[in-house]
């Protein structure tokens, strides 16, 4: 339950990114890469896009680095 919370909770500061911010500022894109580190890239982004739609896992992506999305 706790994990999925978490997943939450990113998602959910990664969608402020979406409703006109001009970018995650670095605690969210700090909490992003946690998540991604934690869970695996494939599935924080799959649960970003059934959830939160594109726009969302476009902010997503733009806090993380090729090395985070290959090592996780």
């Given at each position: 339950?706790?994990?999925?919370?978490?997943?939450?909770?990113?998602?959910?500061l990664?969608?402020?990114y979406?409703?006109g911010?001009?970018?995650p500022?670095?605690?969210?894109?700090?909490?992003?890469?946690?998540?991604v580190?934690?869970?695996?890239?494939?599935?924080?982004?799959?649960?970003?896009?059934?959830?939160?739609?594109?726009?969302?896992?476009?902010?997503?992506?733009?806090?993380?680095?090729?090395?985070?999305?290959?090592?996780?």
């Open positions: 339950m706790s994990r999925f919370l978490t997943v939450t909770g990113v998602l959910l990664m969608t402020n979406s409703l911010q001009s970018g500022n670095p605690g969210q894109c700090e909490q992003i890469r946690q998540a580190a934690q869970y695996g890239y494939v599935a924080a982004r799959r649960h970003a896009m059934a959830n939160y739609g594109p726009e969302a896992v476009k902010a997503g992506d733009k806090c993380l680095t090729k090395r985070d999305k290959m090592n996780h």
